[in-house]
Structures are given as C-alpha cells and as structure tokens.
C-alpha cells in the first residue's frame, strides 16, 4: 500500500517507475520538456556538445523547446550571436519546437514585429510555453530559468536547472531529483476586488522569508486560488523561487483541463492531487477580507508592506510587464485604473509574449472582443501616457544599456517584475518596489506609492482574456 502523498511526490514517483517516494529520496526521474532560451541556451548546448560530442543527438527532438526571449530589442553583437547559436543547433538536431525571433538579421536594434500574430517569435518564455500547448498537469519540466517553476500553475512539477543538469537531460531526457517537503499555503473567502494574486504571493514571502521554502514545494489551495484565473496563479508559482522554492504548484481544476485541452500539444496526460492524509512540512491560512495591497520594498521580495503605509514614497518610474506582471488579466487590470486618466511618471508597458500584445489589440478592457467605437486595451494604456514595447524580458532582467525601460539611472520605480535586488533592473543603486498591477498603475497616475483602493471599489472582470 503506497504512503499518503502530495501531489509532487506523486508526479515524481510516477515518472521513476516507482509506487511512492518520500521527502529526502534522490531519484532517478525521466523528464517530459526540457525549455531553453537565448541567455542560457548556448551554454547547455556548449556542454552537451563537450560531453555527449559533436554529432550526438538530441534524447528527443519533440520534447525540446527553445524560446528567445530575454535580449531581443537590443543592438548588442552579443545577444544576436546567441540567438544565431540557437538557429544553427535547431537547424542541426531538427528541432520541432523553436520560437525564432524572425525580424532579428544582422546588426543593429531590431525593428520589432509589426504584427504580433504574424511573427514566429513568441516573448518570455515562461508565458509561451502554456500558450503554445507545452504544459499539461502531471508532467515535469525542467527550464534552464529559475522562473521555470511559473509552470506548477498547471499541477505539473516544473523548476529551473542549471546549464550542466540541462545539457544531461539534452542527451539523456532524464534527471536526478531530490523529493521536496511540501508546504501549504491556504487563502480563504472571497476575493476583495483591490487584491491580485501578485499580493497573494508577497504575502507568503513576506512571511517565510526569500529563504523559507529552500529546496521544498509551494501548495497554493483553498477557495481564493481556485477563484483565480489561470494566468493569475502562473503569478503565485512564478514567485515560488523568490522563497527559495524547489516548485510551486495549484490544484488542478476545469479551468485547468479547459485550458491545457485547447492547446495540448500531446493528448494525454495524468492529473495528480493530493491525498488526504497527505503531510506536509508547514501549513499556513489566510483571510482574504484582512489582506490589504502589498508592496516589497527595496532590495529584496520579504521586505513587504503595505501600499498605504508607503503612500509618502516619490517614485520616477512604473513598469507593468514580465513573466509576472505582463499577462493579458495585468494589462486588463492596470487599464481600467488607467482608462481616462494620465500618468505623471514615466511608465513602461510590456506584453509578456505576443499573444499578449495580440490580446490587447483585440479586446477591449472588459476582457472581451472590441465592439464599433470601443478602445483595445493596448488604445486604453497609450492614451493614459504609456510606452508600450514589444513582448519580451525587457528590464526585468535589466539588459543590454539599450533595453526598453531599463533603469540607467539611480531612479525609484514601482514594477509588476519579479525581483527587486540590486541592480535587477538595470543601475545597482536604483530601489524597485515590486506590486501588483493594480497598485502600480494607480502609482503611477499620482507619482508616489499609491493604494489601488484609492481607485477600485467593485470586482474588476477579465472576461474571456487568457481563458483558454
């Protein structure tokens, strides 16, 4: 009779042919995806050349799947030498899955796509991979991004590796896995319509600390998740390596299997849950109706507090995008703070991949298609005075000087972005507080830290936007 176990126990014992694993067991376990990008890519394949040698194959060329993403719209020699690293080992092996950034030739900045649905590229990869049917539930992914653990929104075991593990796994389409303790983190009632999952998540780091969940599973349960979009849970285990996650994971639902049904690259697959004697290393509750609007202050995600209580803080800069922030739900939620209004701070706006950017140019900021006379979403944010760039990491990893919103100067910003370490975002002396989008467009209309209370009093409805 196999142990009670979680879900990631599950899934791990699963995929190492055996009836159950515990917390602490090294394992053996074969690997469904393995995902790489240009910042990372050249160095795994350099690796896997050296060890496997330089006419090995690919362990299976359909489960490999390389998404440019991080320095796109930039000049820099280097960052185009990567990607043309990539063309000529996708060209080379036979790769079936490769998002190439077409309108990148030769030197100089790119232009960027004209269209967004008429392009091969795709933007952040951590917003690909469900969109172009990579994810289902009870698989594993493994990423070469720490960010990689974005994919546990799905009920599948997903985290970021390094070059070396990855370039194994590129021959071998296995890996050497530690079974993490899970923890257990529950949100209960109904959705106050000011809050986000982004302060969901700051939330739990700022109770645990950026080390509290070191090597364990992240559990995001009770009614408040599953009242959450699809999209706005990627938010909650996007983040689950900001507490030192191995992974985070949601329970898998209708709106999951609605979603992965309609872009499944693969027919099959095998949802795992929880049983209900199933242990766990640390559990802990929330009341969604005592939560109020987060911020992390600088220069690190547990350093939270609230908007209010920072509402004296001048900011030079907003930045609404990432693999965290720039989902079609944050673009929704910022516009209709946003619609009518101007900001009075300088205040970048970047899609997290261009179905995205597609979305808001099809729908209007109910999250439904534009109807004669209605404004898109992408209308609503230039209107209100924002630059919007093409779908890609941009500043939140800071980049090349030339990167759309990098912070060059010593500037204090408020971001949907992920992390806010010095120099994260481009010059090491300048601070990012991290919040929702909610609370940074309502920043930046009034120029310092603002609570979205201050401008959302009834549920802010997404509609159909990233439904399926």
């Not at 900045?109 to 091969?120: E, G, I, L, V």
């Not at 027919?267 to 209900?276: I, K, L, T």
């Not at 298609?369 to 939140?396: N, T, Y």
Request: with cysteine; hydrophobic share 35%.
């Amino acid at each position: 009779m196999p142990r009670p176990m979680t879900m990631t126990e599950k899934i791990l014992a699963a995929h190492a042919g055996r009836e159950d694993v515990a917390p602490g067991e090294n394992v053996w376990v074969d690997v469904d995806i393995l995902m790489t990008h240009d910042v990372c890519g050249p160095g795994t394949i350099g690796i896997f050349k050296e060890q496997f040698g330089a006419d090995a194959r690919v362990w299976d060329p359909d489960r490999v799947v390389i998404i440019p993403d991080h320095y796109i719209f930039t000049s820099d020699t280097k960052c185009h030498r990567n990607i043309q690293i990539l063309r000529d080992f996708v060209k080379e092996q036979g790769l079936k899955y490769y998002y190439d950034p077409d309108f990148v030739q030769g030197e100089g900045m790119p232009s960027p796509y004209a269209d967004p649905t008429r392009t091969s590229y795709k933007g952040v990869c951590h917003k690909a991979l469900p969109e172009e049917g990579h994810l289902r539930p009870g698989e594993i992914l493994l990423g070469t991004d720490s960010h990689t653990c974005t994919a546990g929104a799905f009920g599948q075991f997903a985290t970021g590796v390094g070059n070396t593990d990855a370039a194994f796994t590129l021959g071998t389409g296995r890996t050497w896995l530690k079974v993490p303790p899970t923890m257990k983190f529950s949100f209960h009632g109904e959705f106050p319509p000011y809050l986000t999952a982004k302060d969901l998540i700051l939330a739990v780091i700022g109770q645990i600390s950026v080390s509290g969940a070191t090597y364990k599973t992240m559990y995001f349960h009770g009614e408040g998740i599953a009242a959450l979009t699809l999209e706005d849970r990627m938010t909650l285990t996007n983040m689950a390596i900001e507490a030192g996650g191995k992974n985070g994971v949601c329970d898998v639902d209708d709106k999951t299997l609605a979603y992965v049904r309609r872009r499944s690259t693969r027919p099959e697959w095998a949802v795992q849950q929880d049983d209900p004697a199933a242990e766990y290393c640390y559990e802990f509750e929330w009341d969604l109706a005592k939560l109020e609007p987060l911020v992390a202050k600088p220069h690190s995600p547990d350093n939270r507090d609230t908007a209010h209580n920072c509402r004296r803080v001048k900011i030079d800069r907003a930045y609404i995008g990432s693999c965290t922030g720039g989902k079609i739900t944050d673009m929704i939620m910022a516009a209709r703070i946003l619609d009518g209004n101007m900001v009075k701070v300088q205040t970048y706006v970047v899609p997290g991949s261009t179905e995205v950017h597609a979305d808001m140019k099809r729908l209007n900021i109910y999250g439904e298609p534009l109807q004669p006379g209605e404004r898109s979403v992408e209308q609503v944010l230039a209107d209100a005075g924002c630059m919007i760039g093409g779908a890609s990491c941009a500043a939140c990893l800071g980049g090349p000087h030339d990167t759309f919103g990098r912070l060059n100067e010593p500037l204090t910003c408020i971001s949907t972005t992920n992390r806010n370490f010095p120099g994260r975002m481009g010059h090491k002396e300048a601070g990012v507080y991290l919040a929702s989008p909610l609370t940074v467009a309502a920043s930046a209309l009034t120029g310092k830290i603002t609570d979205p209370r201050d401008y959302v009093r009834e549920p802010i409805l997404t509609g159909s936007a990233g439904v399926v």
